[in-house]
């Protein structure tokens, strides 16, 4: 099983990026994939997650409005839209995959990948 990030980068504060984690090597379909980051110093947050076939969605308060999931369960892969980033979007950002037996379950820790950095300046 593979989970990997892409997309991060540099950007100024007000800008966009988004973050893919393709997966491979897991039945997509009953696997819910959250979006986790950490900053330095920090521990690991959940910032969203969705579960299988887009049913559930959840997002942490501080990136409601300009984060947005979604599932693309042709490509096996999850994306993270990130708009108006702030410099507390900062942090090295991980996917991680879990296989759920409802579609009310939205994530899961099952595998994680290697984690993409974001960078955001002010």
């Known amino acids: 099983v593979q989970l990997v990030e892409s997309g991060g980068g540099l950007v100024q504060a007000g800008g966009s990026l988004r973050l893919s984690c393709a997966t491979a090597?897991?039945?997509?379909?009953?696997?819910?994939i959250g979006w986790f980051r950490q900053a330095p110093g920090k521990e690991r947050e959940l910032v969203s997650c969705?579960?299988?076939?887009?049913?559930?969605?959840w997002y942490l308060d501080s990136v409601k409005g300009r984060f947005t999931i979604s599932r693309d369960n042709a490509k096996n892969t999850v994306y993270l839209q990130m708009d108006d980033l702030k410099p507390e979007d900062t942090a090295t950002y991980y996917c991680?995959?879990?296989?759920?037996?409802?579609?009310?379950?939205?994530?899961?820790?099952?595998?994680w990948g290697k984690g993409t950095l974001v960078t955001v300046s002010s």
């Open positions: 991680s995959g879990g296989e759920v037996s409802t579609e009310g379950e939205c994530y899961g820790t099952d595998y």
């Open positions: 090597g897991l039945s997509f379909d009953t696997y819910a």
């Open positions: 969705a579960g299988t076939h887009n049913v559930i969605k």
